[in-house]
């Protein structure tokens, strides 16, 4: 049977603040990989300090012991690792059975491919092509001249005091 691994309550981690500093930080390293050596190592306790803490923890419903062996890693593939190291691509797989298009709709008006840019343009150029300007709002004589006079005569004498 394989040493128990300790692995904090996830419902109950909230919980953990109101525990002593050191507690806090023993239970912390509950991941359910540990075991008791390992969480005494860990935590630079005494191992019957740790096992005293760990019990009170699995007492209170904090922690609970795993006896089940963890779950063994799976190797990376090897196309994965090569991709990661930069040595080679995987090669693209086709899309098997892929959805057609929908055909295009007459209430919308098609949007137009954007102008070529050439790659030694400057970002100015870039950022203009992106999208027009919008439209500048035009107000009338009246409202221009409503916006340029003084708001004073709206604010009370009391304003100022």
């Known amino acids: 049977m394989p040493k128990p691994r300790f692995q904090v309550i996830h419902k109950r981690a909230a919980e953990l603040q109101t525990l002593p500093l050191q507690v806090q930080r023993l239970a912390r390293l509950c991941d359910g990989l540990r075991t008791l050596p390992e969480l005494s190592a860990a935590a630079n306790l005494p191992a019957e300090r740790t096992t005293q803490i ?51 709709s007459s209430a919308s008006p098609p ?4 102008a070529p840019i050439p790659e030694s343009a400057p970002a100015t150029a870039l950022i203009a092509s992106a999208a027009p300007p919008p439209a500048e709002p035009a107000f009338t004589a009246e409202e221009d001249a409503f916006f340029e006079s003084s708001i004073d005569h709206l604010i009370g004498d009391d304003y100022y005091r």
Do not use: C, H, I, Y
Request: aromatic share 4%; no cysteine.
């Open 54 to 104: 760990v019990d009170r923890l699995v007492r209170l419903g904090f922690v609970s012991a795993l006896t089940t062996a963890p779950r063994k890693r799976r190797n990376t593939p090897q196309t994965v690792r090569n991709w990661l190291d930069g040595v080679s691509d995987p090669p693209a797989e086709p899309l098997s059975n892929p959805e057609p298009a929908p055909p295009p």
């Open 111 to 114: 949007v137009p491919e954007p």
